[in-house]
């Protein structure tokens, strides 16, 4: 590890927060309460050492990478419980903007020309203010409205210098804390390392924008602000400017005169259509990232944090949602045990019980009930604690699930979220086998079919020659007869010896009693030379044993 002054304030200040949380009740109530809280619908009032308020503070203090922690971590309801998550969530919101000269500055070197003349009118005031960046509203000089993210000046360096500190110091953690190991930090700060260094670098998102737009230009309803590429840097993101507010903002009043219910529909199957057949998602539809419009429909912005998921896991997420959605409790435990790692101290059938138990207890639940994301983090919370280890993934769409149910309840509270999977999944499926019908797969399945006709003839004729001639044989790689057999009679010539070498040394010992002219040694000679005899066979078999033995058990 460096020694240098300011990378040892880093590893202090690190310090000095993980000794003030690791040991309170926060963390060592969180997962000892996590089989309790899965069976109980009422949320109980849990006292801390620290308030939600108190951690939030002391985030924010710590500088800007570890506001992105905080907020990273309001994203994992699996090690948090829920009002310290909800405190964190807010962690973007009182972030000191940047100065506008600054601001200026950083836009005039990454696109390299005045701000005046590559903008027709640029607000100062910004209109968020994160972590990471924050955005002004802009008119390009063709009279479009843009949005300009800018990302603050110094945070890359500042984030590489944070980021190291904390892999030398949970890799220390993992190697020496048992509690480190069951949370799996070291996989936590992986996962915050992949996604920090991501949204360090805007033309990702900018990719990201295109990538989803392109996946839901079907959907009426829902908008993607589009990336101005001739505006845009890692540093700098110019976008469609959608002018809206926030959906926890909407009224009581437009919630009476509108039916938002098919807009619900729609947003539904654009998040499935997301996880199950493109494999790449809005990963934090939070309700701050999710913009209402005048004409009633949804905006989704901010994709600094993306979800990809491959074609397997694809698959089993399909069958983990029909489980969830029909109320199948045996069969969600089987699917998430199949997709799961086990260790040691496992306990998949204690783990099983209680899923099916929460599942069963969740039936004909309502989106104002919030119940469709919360079991699944509820689950990854259960496997916490019975020590099996769920992906990654489960977690990302149990939290894309829980702020999809808080999206839903507030447009349509008796929306029925289940039915809506279960409906939309057999229509996406569909779209996915149709969309697999490409040419492309067509062409790639015909060349193998060609390739196995083609050598069909003469492995047919091969096998029915040695049917034929009675020489078919079929070899299992089980045991080895031979070596077992060769072991077997070596036992039996080695005992064979060792009974003959016993004989002899028995009869010397026996001659030894009768005299004789023959001496050896003073010794009747007959007798000393069974003696002889008994002792060479004797190291012989030794040598044999301790050291041929040896080399064979090596080779093999």
Known sequence: MSTTPDKIKRYYKFIRFMLKYWNSDLFRQTTSAAMNEALQDEDEEHQFDQTPEELVEDLKAMGPTYIKL???????PDLLPDEYLQALAKLQDNVSPVPFEEVKKIIEEELGTKISKAFNLFEEKPLASASIGQVHRAELNSGKPVAVKIQRPGIRKQFMEDLETLDELTQMAVKHLESAKTYAIDEVFAELRRILINELDYNKEAQNLKTLK?????????????????????????????????ITSLSPLRQMENDFSDLVEELVEAYLQQII??????????PGNIKFTDDNRIAL???????????????????????????????????????????EDS????????????????????????????ILIQLNRLALNTHIKLPVEINILGKILLNL?????????????????????????????????????????????????????ERMNRISE??????????????????????????????????????????????????????????????????????????????????????????N
Do not use: C, W
């Not at 905080?70 to 994992?76: A, E, F, N």
């Open 301 to 343: 912005i901010d994709l600094g944090m993306v979800a990809r998921f491959t074609p397997q896991l694809q698959e089993n997420l399909i069958e983990l949602l029909l489980a969830i959605s029909r109320s199948n409790g045996e069969k969600t435990a089987h699917i998430l045990l199949k997709m799961s790692e086990m260790e």
């Open 214 to 246: 392109e996946n839901l230009q079907s959907y009426d309803h829902l908008i993607i602000p589009a990336s101005v590429d001739d505006y845009s840097s890692s540093k700098v993101l110019t976008m469609e400017f959608v002018s809206g507010k926030k």
């Open 70 to 76: 905080g907020q990273l971590l309001s994203t994992r």
């Open 405 to 457: 149910d808080q999206i839903v309840a507030m447009l349509d509270p008796e929306f029925d979220l289940r039915a809506a999977i279960q409906r939309n999944v057999h229509e996406i499926m569909r779209k996915k086998m149709v969309n697999e019908l490409k040419p492309e797969n067509f062409f790639s399945t015909l060349i193998e079919s060609k390739h196995f006709l083609e050598k069909m003839p």
């Open 277 to 286: 057949n493109d494999g790449f998602a809005h990963a934090d539809p939070h």
């Open 466 to 555: 040695n049917l034929a001639n009675n020489e078919m044989k079929i070899k299992i790689d089980a045991i080895d007869e031979k070596r077992v057999t060769d072991g077997f009679q070596k036992v039996a010539n080695r005992i064979t010896l060792g009974l003959i070498i016993a004989a002899m040394i028995v009869g010397a010992s026996m001659l030894m009693q009768i005299p004789s002219d023959f001496t050896i040694f003073g010794y009747p000679g007959l007798a000393m030379l069974f003696f002889i005899l008994a002792a060479v066979g004797a190291i012989v078999l030794s040598y044999v044993i301790v050291f041929r033995d040896e080399n064979l058990n090596n080779k």
């Open 347 to 374: 306990q998949p059938k204690q783990f099983a019980k209680t899923v099916s138990d929460v599942i069963m207890e969740s039936e004909n639940s309502r989106a104002k009930d919030l119940q469709t994301g919360r």
